[in-house]
């Protein structure tokens, strides 16, 4: 067991956990920040997805030792009310259907967007290619993310 | 028909009773009568509310609280079920909050999420719900005004008299549960509806767009345990002996005991459990035979050969049909086992202590799921309470409850709280697959016509029932014969998404499309002219309406073009009825560099009446999809009872630059609705083939399509 102190969501937590516990586990066992979720746990599906520095990353497959001072943003981070341009987005045009993989999906999405404010529709599909969707919602993830570049 | 009276039990009436924190509840329970109590969902005795049965409660402000009673599994009932209550209760959307109500058997009647049958089951019930307690909340207007409730009008949960007198729901709510349960109560016509039929965002959809804990996964409770736990390897092995003592010594490992065949490691987190067993030392012997696919392959296709039959359905005379063709046109169709893989793993909270069981998490059938834990335990059904939590997908993986049972019994060993969860391993190598299923398809052809026609199945574990043999093609062919056969297989199978014809479509459809080409005949008028030999039909067993079919035929055609496609695109057809709904699709594939890629599915679909156009266009998008995803990559290889995928590095699920545009028509009309978590599946995987084989000439037989080195290189 080590403390880290870790920086989510602009707040300062100390976790006392072994170092090779996956940010994931950390964030939903520990912090109880329970939007990441868990789908496969090797960096396949994209269900984990949060911003370490405004960069998209895998919290399945990044430990927390590696994490240093870096600023972690979660789903419950990445808007103060839900009124992120994505999570609009996505409300909008009524993506979810069971919705387990919707964080990850936004926050994708939204990691996205502030690279490619203006991206068009094949740049999109290639985005969002790395986080499954086992409902198959792509069309409504598709026009949701065209849809937030829009507003 | 919608405006049929229907007669509500008086007996179900339950009186009103006064709760200690103040406020009174009221219930009374349409579904079961003469119970001599009804509980509420929820535990409503902090809340100042006045119930009015086990579906609706009503505040004093006028704010409606309706309890979803089905497990939502992503297919929208959650939204849908009460909407309808909304709409008989005639009330403003904007003033309902959705619960989900929790397992009761007293209040609610199927909590089952299968087979795309709430809305069906749910239509009359949830409709005569809100319908009487709207007359209820009239009646006590009309009472305290000392008119005749026909008087009276209600709009948006405010009743009206002549004189421009209003009253709110929530002024009468009181008054209004002491009345006489009305027994016989006029339900709207379809062209006065207000909410079913409106675009109304999923319930959930602000919780799940910022996170919130919602799923089973996300359910905590003080002390709990995280276990994960270690299966047997392959199906066919049972556990000898296990050597733990390296897990112990893990950091946050606080126990680990064998439990029927299995080893459970209870840890303070979900990393702990999951490492701790990664470092178990288990011995395993082979119970039983270790069965590869390429064993399946064999038996079954034996089996085809074999006349180990059994028939569902006959009609004519099969072989002199095929004495006396002229032609005969016979296809064989292969399928894989296909697991679910609901991205949110198999898990469930259990606490069982001598007093009470507490059961929370995600399954599809809360009700059989707690008979069987009762059981296992040899406890009261009484005992135990089951919160059901919004499902990270279910697609039929979720009706077994076994996940549930594995918590009960480790809870009911350390008598304390746990939560069973499943790597992503564990949930693909612990399944209750899709059945590896095989078809052979024979059509005997008189004078270009087709005259008879004979489908063997032979599955593992058995597919098809009775219902199936009734779908199309029977009643249209003169001589007609479904036969089926299984494999007793130690792989456990069961319901996958569209259970029984996802794979068999595929088979039908296709066959179809080559019967036409081997007729020489046009491929949808083919389906047509055989639609017209059922019209008017004298048999109660054919399941599907030939006119409802036709329907939907003719849209799809008009909606895709079909025959007038840009140079370039090559279309395939298919159309199906399942899950007491008819669809008919096309696709539309162009060639890139060689290799056929879908652009495009349009669907035609009759449902009857759509109750959320917003959440079914969900649902067909994200059924065809699907269909199209699994029929394109799904297979679980199984190598000496083991699969050789366990994760999504090596079973490949569709993705995004994968899908097709979906563009999706409903027939309007006011039939009682159907369901349509499933129907929009098993038509796209033939659709698919049949353009793949307009494109490239090549017919696919076999799934996944991807295999196939001639079309995909």
Redesign the interface.
């Known amino acids: 067991?080590s403390k880290f102190d870790l920086k989510v969501n602009d707040k300062v937590y100390t976790v006392n956990?072994?170092d090779?516990?996956?940010l994931l586990?950390v964030l939903?066992?520990?912090l109880?920040?329970?939007?990441?979720?868990?789908?496969?746990?090797?960096g396949?599906?994209g269900?984990c997805i949060v911003h370490l520095d405004g960069e998209p990353v895998k919290s399945c497959l990044l430990t927390v030792s590696l994490i240093g001072g870096k600023s972690i943003t979660?789903?419950?981070g990445?808007?103060e009310n839900?009124d992120h341009p994505v999570?609009k987005a996505?409300?909008e045009i009524?993506v979810?259907?069971?919705?387990?993989?919707?964080?990850g999906q936004?926050m994708t999405a939204a990691a996205f967007l502030e690279k490619n404010p203006n991206p068009g529709k094949e740049e999109i599909?290639?985005a969002?290619?790395?986080?499954?969707?086992?409902?198959?919602?792509?069309?409504?993830?598709?026009k949701a993310v065209a849809k937030a570049a829009k507003n | 028909m919608n405006t049929k009276k229907h007669t509500i039990d008086r007996r179900s009436f339950l009186k009103a009773s006064a709760l200690t924190g103040g406020g009174l509840i009221f219930g009374f329970n349409f579904f079961t009568a003469c119970k001599p109590e009804v509980k509420p969902p929820v535990d409503i005795s902090k809340l100042n509310f006045n119930d009015f049965n086990g579906f609706i409660r009503i505040a004093d402000n006028g704010v409606v609280t309706i309890f979803a009673p089905n497990p939502e599994i992503g297919q929208g009932v959650k939204t849908s079920m009460p909407m309808i209550i909304a709409e008989e209760l005639d009330v403003s959307w904007d003033n309902v909050h959705v619960v989900q109500g929790g397992l009761d058997t007293d209040v609610f009647k199927r909590q089952v999420a299968g087979g795309s049958q709430s809305i069906r089951h749910g239509w009359n019930p949830l409709r005569e719900t809100g319908a009487t307690a709207k007359q209820m909340l009239i009646n006590a207007a009309a009472a305290r005004w000392g008119i005749d409730a026909g008087e009276c009008t209600v709009e948006n949960g405010i009743i009206s008299n002549k004189n421009g007198d209003k009253l709110g729901y929530g002024e009468v709510a009181v008054e209004a549960a002491a009345l006489e349960v009305p027994k016989n109560v006029k339900l709207k016509e379809p062209k006065d509806y207000k909410i079913i039929g409106q675009d109304i965002p999923n319930v959930d959809v602000d919780e799940i767009i910022t996170g919130k804990p919602l799923f089973g996964l996300d359910y905590k409770k003080e002390g709990m345990l995280y276990v994960s736990v270690l299966r047997p390897p392959a199906f066919g092995q049972k556990l000898v002996s296990f050597d733990d003592k390296i897990a112990r010594s893990k950091e946050g490992v606080v126990d680990i005991f064998q439990f029927g065949n299995k080893i459970a490691v209870l840890a303070n987190s979900t990393w702990e459990a999951m490492r701790a067993k990664k470092t178990l030392n288990a011995v395993w012997e082979n119970d039983s035979e270790l069965e590869s696919s390429e064993d399946h392959d064999k038996y079954l296709l034996d089996l085809l050969d074999s006349n180990k039959f059994k028939t569902l359905r006959s009609d004519g005379n099969i072989k002199k049909a095929f004495a006396s063709a002229d032609k005969i046109l016979e296809r064989t169709y292969e399928s894989p086992v296909l697991p679910h893989n609901c991205l949110e793993p198999m898990n469930f909270f259990a606490s069982v202590t001598d007093e009470k069981i507490e059961l929370a998490g995600p399954v599809q059938t809360p009700k059989g799921t707690a008979e069987r834990i009762a059981k296992k335990l040899d406890r009261d059904f009484k005992d135990i309470s089951l919160e059901m939590t919004r499902m990270g997908g279910g697609f039929g993986r979720r009706l077994y409850g076994d996940f549930a049972l594995e918590a009960a019994e480790v809870s009911n060993i350390v008598k304390k709280p746990v939560q069973v969860i499943y790597s992503r391993e564990d949930d693909m190598s612990a399944g209750i697959y899709r059945p590896s299923t095989k078809y052979r398809i024979r059509a005997a052809i008189k004078d270009n016509q087709l005259i008879g026609y004979h489908l063997k199945e032979a599955a593992m574990n058995g597919n098809s029932w009775k219902g199936m043999s009734d779908f199309f093609p029977a009643g249209a062919v003169e001589n007609y014969q479904m036969d089926v056969v299984n494999y007793k297989s130690e792989i456990t199978t069961g319901a996958w998404r569209a259970p029984y014809t996802n794979f068999l479509a595929f088979a039908e459809q296709s066959f179809f499309d080559e019967l036409a080409e081997t007729m020489g005949v046009d491929k949808v008028q083919l389906r047509l002219d055989l639609l017209q030999k059922v019209k008017g039909t004298k048999d109660k067993r054919i399941q599907y309406s030939p006119e409802r079919m036709e329907d939907v035929i003719n849209m799809v055609i008009e909606k895709s073009n079909w025959g007038k496609a840009k140079e370039g695109v090559f279309q395939g057809f298919s159309a199906y009825y399942c899950h007491n709904s008819h669809v008919a699709e096309v696709a539309d594939v162009v060639m890139e560099s060689g290799i056929p890629v879908l652009k495009k599915v349009t669907c035609a679909i009759d449902c009857g009446i759509v109750v959320n156009p917003l959440g079914a266009l969900n649902q067909v998008e994200g059924g065809v999809i699907d269909g199209i995803g699994h029929a394109m990559y799904g297979n679980l290889n199984f190598v000496n009872g083991a699969p050789q995928s366990v994760n999504f590095d090596s079973y490949r699920l569709i993705r995004m630059k994968e899908t097709p545009i979906v563009e999706s028509y409903f027939i309007e009309n006011d039939i009682a609705p159907t369901g349509l978590g499933e129907p929009a599946l098993p038509p796209a995987g033939p659709a698919f083939a049949n353009a793949i084989k307009a494109a490239t000439g090549i017919r696919l037989t076999k799934q996944p399509f991807i295999d196939n080195k001639d079309v995909f290189g």
């Open positions: 067991m956990v072994s090779d516990t996956p586990w939903r066992d520990h109880n920040l329970l939007g990441t979720k868990y789908g496969c746990g090797i396949q599906c269900a979660t789903i419950e990445l808007s839900g999570q996505w409300k009524d979810p259907q069971c919705g387990y993989c919707q964080p936004i599909r290639e969002m290619h790395g986080n499954i969707c086992r409902c198959a919602s792509y069309n409504r993830i598709e």
